[in-house]
């Protein structure tokens, strides 16, 4: 150390304190920004703050916009010729009757003519005094899916809560939890036997409160139960569903649909007369009648509310106004696309358009990009396409940001050979496919259910309850038998250092693929298609909602005779464009919190997404957000878990809830077992399947380990020796040699095991969807 000086270590460190700061330094901003480049300055108009007349100005505009909107909205309704409020009554409990509280709630007007309920039925009458018409749907309260597709259409839906008995679980509270599924409008709850029950006062109010909180819990915006023994409450429920505009149903609403008043069968078809409700009507669409089907519409012809109700008959004349008939962009009953177009036809010439935007072609379809309306794109497909082919190019949409289909342009093409292998492969699957198309859109006779002895049935019991414990416990492990070869046994797997880091082809060949997989809708951009499709739905509406009208559908006329639309609500849901081809569809799934059974892998099951209902064999698979769309295979559903179902069935380009039942042993008979949501369609999507093959640790030194019990000889160590290891406690290593002829080896790992540890190993196989069909009740 210098005398009088300064001392300095020599040392690099570099002590900051920043705490002892409040300012940073030049050098500590520098070393912050390093190497950030400031945003540049928006090219686009920057908002500026309003001043208070603007304000109140802008207010004043939106206050309007929606007074005008909630009259319009209420014209549907109003007046003595509106349209009909469907009204549906549902008891919670068997000692009510839904006949006594229509009764009590529509028939309080003494001088007016009484209205006579049936049940199960359909009423039609009208409250003169509050100027209102109501079509009252009183279902069957045995049967779950009757009372779904009553509250399904209804405006308001009418509870009856009892006094004397308790909601259950069983019924009650399934129904509530499957209808708040399913979606549902306004809810009224009434009481119809509590001044029956408690005579005095102060118990009636007690017993109001309790069952008050109950029904909150299942709605909490409802803060009000009407005592229909109450002449006065009585009276106010009746003016509540006369005046209260009824809440919108998304799903529903967002598409055209109608309850028929009457049906009548000619030899072109059924003629269905109602209503037109939702969005309206297009005569170039197809039409869905649950548990029926898909048909065509051959004509549209609109009533003038001035007109007889008693027209049994389609008006003759053509008139432009009153009758609509569908023209060239009429759709099809086709559900699946043409056959593939051969891809030497396809040159690079063929992948542009006239106005220069760029279209990527997958599997017989050109997308393009978004920057052209859709009115000046001009379609250009490979030559020798048909007039026919050309109508199901889908011309998707991209968003802003998306332009991982621009990337596609620079993927390598596919060798002479492998074309040709694949056009023979083809060409095989494409005799075989009449016959599997048939075999799976007719429908076989039901076999007869043969009773197993209760010895045979308990041992199949205690084997599932078995599998589904040791799957929880032990998930994806297998066993492999000494006498077997596991390359045989084991030859569709292959190894993968990482699932969501892999590189999976979609379209790779597999002897387990379906024929069909080609030829389903494949959609690049799922969202900016169902937007684009639902706004030009809504620009080519024919009929708007209100107007009553007569629907001439290309239909069979046995369903005029299996159907009576006095008992049950015969309706019918219009298709959005392409909403009959099937695809590679995902719905979420949630088990019903009463529902503790586990469910297998592709187990038979209803699902009910929109107006459809379909029977599917689901691919349970992980709800994971990967970069390369790879998802693991569940192999059950267990209680708590929130898994994606995959299966083959027709799209869907609205928002809708799930809904999902397992059928019964009887016709009709079905049980509630969870609930989700559509998630669209991806024919991207790839599930694995995944095995784990377990070893047991026999001598441990340090890193090195011997293992046996895996593989039980030494051509199957050599074969598999290129795949990971893993241990449970997160150990990861590799195979280094095969030891003696019993299946002996030795691995590697980064760390020291214990005597504890399980060695294993990961296998995965590509898995694909099975295609469902149409549930008839």
Not at 52 to 76: F, H, M, T, Y
Not at 261 to 269: N, V
Not at 667 to 681: A, N, P, R, T
Not at 701 to 712: G, P, S
Request: aromatic content about 8%; glycine content about 6%.
């Amino acid at each position: 150390m210098a005398k009088g000086g300064n001392s300095h270590r020599n040392t690099l460190k570099n002590d900051h304190k920043p705490f002892k700061s409040k300012h940073a330094t030049k050098g500590q901003l520098k070393n912050q920004y390093k190497g950030k480049v400031e945003k540049s300055a928006s090219s686009g108009s920057v908002s500026k703050p309003l001043d208070k007349v603007a304000r109140k100005n802008l207010a004043k505009q939106l206050k309007g916009n929606k007074i005008l909107e909630s009259k319009l909205a209420k014209s549907l309704f109003e007046g003595n010729s509106g349209a009909q409020k469907i009204i549906t009554i549902i008891c919670l409990t068997n000692d009510l009757s839904p006949v006594d509280i229509a009764n009590q709630l529509f028939n309080q007007d003494k001088e007016q003519p009484q209205a006579e309920f049936s049940y199960p039925g359909i009423s039609n009458l009208q409250i003169k005094k509050f100027k209102s018409n109501f079509k009252v749907i009183l279902p069957n309260q045995n049967s779950i899916l009757d009372v779904l597709d009553a509250a399904k259409v209804a405006d308001f839906v009418v509870f009856g809560v009892s006094a004397t008995q308790e909601v259950d679980a069983a019924y009650g509270e399934k129904v509530l939890r499957a209808l708040l599924a399913q979606g549902i409008g306004s809810v009224v709850g009434v009481l119809p036997n509590l001044a029956t029950a408690y005579p005095k006062r102060n118990l009636q109010l007690d017993v109001k409160q309790s069952l008050q909180s109950f029904f909150n819990h299942f709605f909490p915006a409802e803060d009000k139960l009407y005592m229909l023994e109450s002449d006065s409450e009585n009276s106010n429920c009746l003016r509540y569903l006369c005046q209260k505009f009824p809440q919108s149903v998304t799903w529903r609403d967002s598409r055209s649909w109608l309850v028929a008043d009457t049906l009548t069968a000619t030899e072109d078809g059924i003629v269905v007369e109602g209503v037109c409700r939702g969005t309206g009507f297009n005569v170039n669409r197809l039409v869905h009648i649950p548990g029926f089907g898909d048909f065509q519409v051959d004509k549209i012809e609109k009533i003038a509310k001035s007109s007889s109700k008693n027209r049994n008959e389609m008006q003759i004349d053509e008139d432009v106004e009153n009758s609509f008939l569908p023209d060239d962009s009429r759709d099809t009953l086709d559900e699946l696309n043409p056959e593939p177009i051969d891809d030497a036809l396809v040159d690079e010439d063929n992948m542009w358009d006239d106005n220069g935007a760029f279209g990527v072609r997958s599997e017989g379809k050109i997308y393009f990009d978004d920057d052209a309306s859709a009115s000046q794109i001009a379609k250009r497909v490979p030559r020798g396409t048909s007039e026919y082919q050309k109508k199901w190019f889908v011309e998707d949409v991209l968003d802003e940001n998306a332009s991982d289909l621009e990337d596609e342009e620079a993927e390598a093409e596919v060798e002479e050979e492998e074309v040709m292998a694949e056009e023979e492969e083809e060409g095989e699957e494409g005799q075989k496919e009449g016959a599997f198309i048939n075999a799976t859109t007719d429908y076989a006779d039901s076999e007869m259910h043969i009773d197993l002895s209760p010895e045979e049935e308990q041992r199949q019991l205690e084997e599932f309850r078995k599998a589904a414990k040791e799957d929880l416990e032990f998930p994806d492990e297998i066993e492999l038998n000494p006498q077997d070869s596991a390359i045989k046994t084991l030859s569709a797997y292959r190894g993968v250092k990482s699932l969501a880091n892999c590189d999976w082809e979609v379209d790779e060949k597999d002897v387990e693929k379906p024929s069909i997989w080609h030829r389903l809708l494949r959609i690049s951009n799922f969202r900016a298609t169902k937007n684009r499709v639902n706004k030009e739905f809504i620009k080519h509406v024919q009929i708007q909602p209100g107007n009553r009208i007569k629907l001439l559908i290309k239909a069979p006329t046995a369903i005029f005779e299996n159907v009576e639309v006095n008992v049950k609500p015969f309706t019918v849901y219009e298709l959005l464009e392409h909403e009959h081809q099937l695809a590679m569809v995902n719905f979420s799934f949630e088990n019903w919190e009463e529902y503790e059974t586990p469910i297998a892998n592709k187990e038979a099951m209803i699902v009910q997404y929109g107006p459809r209902r379909q029977l599917i064999n689901p691919i349970f698979n992980q709800g994971s957000n990967t970069r390369n769309n790879v998802h693991k295979q569940e192999n059950y559903q267990h209680q708590g878990m929130s898994t994606i179902a995959t299966a083959i069935a027709p799209v869907l380009f609205t928002n809708a809830p799930v809904v999902y039942f397992k059928p019964g042993e009887t016709k009709g008979d079905v049980e509630f077992i969870g609930k989700g949501s559509y998630l669209g369609c991806d024919h991207t999507r790839i599930i694995a399947e995944r095995i784990v093959l377990t070893g047991h640790p026999v001598k441990i030194h340090k890193k090195v380990v011997t293992v046996r019990y895996m593989f039980f000889n030494a051509q199957d160590i050599n074969f598999f020796k290129a795949v990971g290891l893993f241990t449970k406690s997160g150990r990861s290593g590799f195979i280094k040699e095969s030891l003696g002829t019993h299946g002996y080896f030795k691995a590697n790992f980064d760390g020291k095991l214990t005597s504890q540890d399980v060695v294993a190993m990961s296998l995965y196989k590509r898995v694909w969807p099975e295609i469902s069909t149409m549930y008839e009740a």
